[in-house]
């Protein structure tokens, strides 16, 4: 009787142990998600397009948020607490317009807090910062002639960066860049694409 007491306390320990694994994993797992901030151009009006895809990721149980342009100093800090949390999941930054002049500042902020951007997607910007080393993925579309130029680096810079030039067609203006479906499934894939570097490792060991 006794014995089959401490067989049965063992394994109530071992159940407390493997809950607890579980919920740490749990935990984990819950603060590593990709979020997504996707900014929109003068008025707020101009770039409904990131709406749709900020639906689409968010039907695929990605956190994405649409703000105004204007919002950019206030998601600065909304980002910064986040990651003072101890939340390490991936950050995306997208914008259009103005607003993609704005995630470049907001990357560099972010920067001066030693905080990476994973990725960073510029949708027309004009007259543009350079994009500072803490990005370690950008993708600028442009499209010329037309609206918008090649986006350039800070010098070292170590990241991947990618200029599209949509070729001057005249369906995808500056107003419609963002609402275009081909480009819009190409930022989808890109923020999908989006692991955090233990993953990376992983699958680079197999």
């Known amino acids: 009787m006794g014995l089959h007491g401490q067989g049965g306390g063992r394994a109530k320990g071992l159940c407390g142990v493997l809950c607890v694994a579980v919920a740490l994993a749990w935990s984990s797992a819950t603060k590593a998600e990709t979020r997504v901030y996707l900014l929109r151009g003068w008025f707020g009006v101009f770039s409904t397009g990131l709406d749709t895809v900020a639906a689409e990721l968010r039907s695929k149980g990605i956190k994405a948020e649409t703000v105004g342009h204007l919002a950019w100093k206030t998601t600065i800090s909304n980002i910064i607490k986040w990651h003072a949390s101890g939340d390490?999941?991936?950050?995306?930054?997208?914008?259009?317009?103005?607003?993609?002049?704005?995630?470049?500042?907001?990357?560099?902020?972010?920067?001066?807090?030693?905080?990476?951007?994973?990725?960073?997607?510029?949708?027309?910007?004009?007259?543009?910062?350079?994009?500072?080393?803490?990005?370690?993925?950008?993708?600028?579309?442009?499209?010329?002639?037309?609206?918008?130029?090649?986006?350039?680096?800070?010098?070292?810079?170590?990241?991947?960066?990618?200029?599209?030039?949509?070729?001057?067609?005249?369906?995808?203006?500056h107003m419609a860049i963002d609402k275009n479906p081909r480009v819009q499934a190409e930022i989808e894939r890109a923020i999908l694409a989006v692991r955090q570097p233990q993953a990376q490792a992983e699958a680079q060991a197999r």
């Open 88 to 173: 390490s999941g991936p950050l995306v930054l997208v914008g259009h317009s103005q607003g993609a002049n704005n995630v470049i500042d907001m990357a560099r902020l972010l920067q001066r807090e030693n905080i990476p951007v994973d990725l960073l997607v510029t949708l027309a910007p004009a007259m543009q910062d350079p994009i500072p080393g803490n990005v370690v993925r950008a993708i600028n579309y442009y499209n010329s002639p037309g609206w918008g130029a090649p986006i350039t680096a800070d010098a070292g810079y170590r990241g991947k960066l990618t200029n599209i030039n949509l070729g001057g067609d005249i369906g995808l203006y």
